[in-house]
């Protein structure tokens, strides 16, 4: 594994820390207090390529790797985790599924305008009843024709509400189980597709997270993604990925907060010097560094797999587990080092601290990530299949 960055990774990652510093910072509190989608800046990156950073040229994309998205993902992270969400979504839980498994024709309709920032898509799986149990699917897709029919709801849909194009996956035979769950690009304005709800969260308050209806939805046979009954196969590949992305953010999150604490630490005084000097912050300060260095090596190791076409999932899943939880535990200590600042939202610490916690959550809560660990070094099989 290369630990230097090639120069087209290096510029890539100065782009987006440019685009970051530049453009995003100044809008990212307000966005956040207003839980307002930031059309402006998110058009911006789609114009500079960071909306389909590892997609051919041929159909939208800047024709780069893996690296160049989890370096530039962590650089737009460090200042507001809600555009890397956005960006994290269009690139790998939406943009790789069409690219791996669509037809040319998909790809021209459906990936290009995402990956050339021209529309957005989201990834529908999760349901009230389907969370880390992906395979319990009652959304349910019956044929008719030369379309298929779809009724069902799906939460917690990450740009549900501004995706053009929705990722959505169905049972289409329950008698065989997961093997009878298939996937569909579902455009937005097709009759019985609706958007019922906006959730008011936490965190990541800028991207919008929805509920999707569909009620007798008609959606061409052309719009199937795979063969019927691969959905399953291509979702959880899609999440091995998104996993990457997540662990990227995740480091993003961890370094804003941290260089934010140093900062402070090296002007706020107490006790007649800068509490920096005090050896308690120090070891704060030192154990936030070991960790974000520690999850952002692990990050690149899965995205250098993943570049390889080597397996990467435990290692996605590795990075993710070891990411989120650093991100958890630098935005705690963040706060403390802030002190009672550090609870107020002039200083900022506190929004990292919010942003950091969906991490341990979405795309494989922490607890999905160490089954799919432990089973591998246990040397069990893969249930997936």
Known sequence: MHLELTEEQRMIQAMARELAESEIASVADEIDREARFPHETVKRMGELGLMGIAIPEQWGGSGSDTIAYVVALEEIAKVCASHAVVMS????????????????AQRERFLKPVASGHAHGCFALTEPEAGSDARNQHTLARRDGDHYVLNGRKLFITNGREASFALVFCQTDAARAHHGITAFVV???????????????????????????????????????????????????TLDGGRIGIAAQAVGIAAGAFERSLAYARERKAFGARIGDHQMVQWMLADMATAIDAARLLTHRAAWLKDREEPYGVAAAMAKLFASDTAMRVTTDAIQVHGGYGYIKEYRVERYFRDAKITQIYEGTSQIQKLVIARDVLGGHDDRA
């Open 89 to 104: 979504v269009d690139n790998s839980l939406y943009g790789e599924p069409v690219l791996r498994s669509g037809t040319d």
């Open 187 to 237: 455009e937005k304005g097709t009759p019985g597709f609706t958007v019922a709800k906006t959730e008011d969260k936490l965190g990541l308050r800028a991207s919008d997270t929805a509920e999707l209806v569909f009620e007798e939805c008609r959606v061409p046979v052309a719009n199937r993604l795979g063969d019927e009954g691969m959905g399953f196969t291509i979702a959880m590949a």
